[in-house]
């Protein structure tokens, strides 16, 4: 049999499917692996199912047992894997696509919202019985009939956008290439970040975080937002660059600022904890039952195609 560490406790059914696959490593009191913990506990072992919390850079791919073969991360993003890194030590990495598509456009609808209505605010002014209604208490921006940039219009981007269209929002995009007609369905792409910004009165961050992505909404990038733009960003911390947001949400010329993802999870900046005009969830992107059962299914399901001698289904690198 196999031998898989599993960095996190997973749910009871994920597990006991493992446990009939594969010999084991499990992780019942779900502590999060220093690097040097990772290499130890995957001496003996010929793969890893990983997770989002688990930072496998280079240095500690080339300190991985020769014996290792696969990780497979229970996420759609990779970006927490050196994926090149990997393939050069002959590992392969696999993630979780599209089931959890659905449950993190939703997430970065709540977001939207949750900012552009002043939804903690509220809450704090409701949960201190400090309120009273009046015609200029806790005035929002309103969602419907404004533009919608989508930073990547991959699967989630899409998905926020068939969303959003239920809001009658017109729906702008960046990506690297422009989508054929029937993924595009009207939206109107942007070759460039700085024009899409130039016509986002909300903006949806949903890219990869890669090289090519990492602070990419920055200073430079923000001068070019409709003044009192809603950001949400229900992908990576490190596509923003926390110190230009926050100096934007201060001059206002951010509205509000929803966010699920944070730079060095699970810290987060303490100027965003000082802002009112953010609107803050714990990486709940992925966070229903059903979707975390599917994900932790498809990292299974790459961990017993790989090792059948099969070429995993969703494989990155
Ligand atoms: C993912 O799959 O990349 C999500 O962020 C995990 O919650």
Not at 113 to 141: P, V
Request: proline letters at 3%; charged letters at 30%.
């Amino acid at each position: 049999m196999k031998k898989i560490l599993i960095t996190r406790k997973l749910l009871k059914e994920n597990e006991e499917k493992l446990k009939e696959l594969f010999e084991v490593i499990l992780n019942p009191d779900d502590k999060i692996y220093s690097q040097e913990e990772l290499i130890k506990k995957s001496k003996d072992c010929d793969g890893i199912l990983s997770s989002v919390s688990d930072q496998i850079n280079k240095d500690t791919i080339s300190k991985l047992s020769a014996k290792i073969k696969i990780i497979a991360n229970g996420a759609v993003g990779f970006g927490n894997i050196d994926i090149d890194a990997a393939k050069q030590k002959g590992i392969a990495v696999t993630n979780t696509p599209d089931v959890l598509t659905d449950a993190t456009a939703d997430i970065a609808i709540l977001l939207l919202l949750g900012a552009s209505r002043r939804a903690l605010e509220g809450r704090i002014a409701a949960e201190n019985q400090n309120w009273k209604w009046s015609f200029d208490f806790l005035l929002g921006k309103q969602m419907s009939n404004k533009t919608l940039g989508i930073l990547g219009m991959g699967r989630i981007g899409r998905a926020v956008a068939k969303r959003a269209r239920g809001f009658n929002m017109q729906i702008h995009y960046h990506n690297r290439k422009k989508l054929p007609n029937d993924l595009e369905e009207g939206a109107v792409f942007h070759k460039d970040v700085k024009s899409l910004f130039a016509n986002s009165e909300f903006l949806s961050i949903n890219c990869p975080a890669n090289s090519e992505t990492t602070k990419i909404v920055n200073e430079d990038t923000l001068k070019h937002l409709l003044p009192n733009c809603v950001v949400a960003n229900s992908a990576r911390g490190d596509i923003v660059d926390d110190e230009a947001m926050i100096k934007a949400l201060k001059s206002k010329k951010v509205f509000a600022y929803g966010l699920d993802v944070y730079n060095g999870e699970p810290k987060i900046h303490p100027e965003y904890l000082k802002l009112k005009n953010i609107f803050l969830l714990p990486h709940l992107g992925s966070a229903t039952k059903r979707t975390r059962w599917d994900m932790l299914y498809r990292a299974t399901k790459n961990l017993e195609m790989f090792f059948n001698g099969e070429k995993p289904k969703d494989l990155v690198n």
